[in-house]
């Protein structure tokens, strides 16, 4: 993609979300989440999502997540938003790191009962106790990253994983 055309997106989908944060009384990030996630739902590229952020001190975070067939794979969601005002580039440094701590969250979930350390009213709680109780039954588990940044140039792909 031309790289005029992708700082042309980054700053209309910025503006927008300023726009909508104001319109809406809330937050930037939120804003942003949502227009992600409306739009990969729109254009199928997922099944659905449900806003869940969760952060912890001990390098924990989730900001949403989907069950889909029978519940037996999990998307879980991360996001990277800064309010950046220029478009810049996500390292491959930077990518490990978020997905690390989205993999604290769900090895947190299921194997150490996070959800015991939480308050019934966090919005992380529901969402732990839920992986506890279907870890089992997982057959794929996604862990997707949303962010506001370009792909550096650098990576032609990426492996990460969690695998038990």
Known sequence: MNEELIEDFFHDLRQDTLADSEVNNDFLETEFLTTLSTELEESGIIEGFENCHYRALRGM????????????????????????????????????????????????????????????????????????????????????????RKLSERISSVRLGYCK
């Open 61 to 148: 975070r989730v900001d949403g997540y989907w069950f889909r067939d029978g519940g037996s794979v999990l998307d879980l969601f991360i996001l990277d938003f800064e309010n950046r005002d220029s478009l810049k580039s996500l390292t491959r440094t930077d990518i490990s790191s978020t997905y690390k701590r989205l993999e604290n969250f769900f090895i947190g979930s299921a194997e150490k009962k996070l959800y015991e350390s939480l308050e019934e009213t966090s919005q992380g709680y529901g969402l732990a106790i839920d992986i506890w109780d279907r870890k089992k039954g997982f057959r794929r588990i996604n862990m997707i990253l949303m962010s506001e």
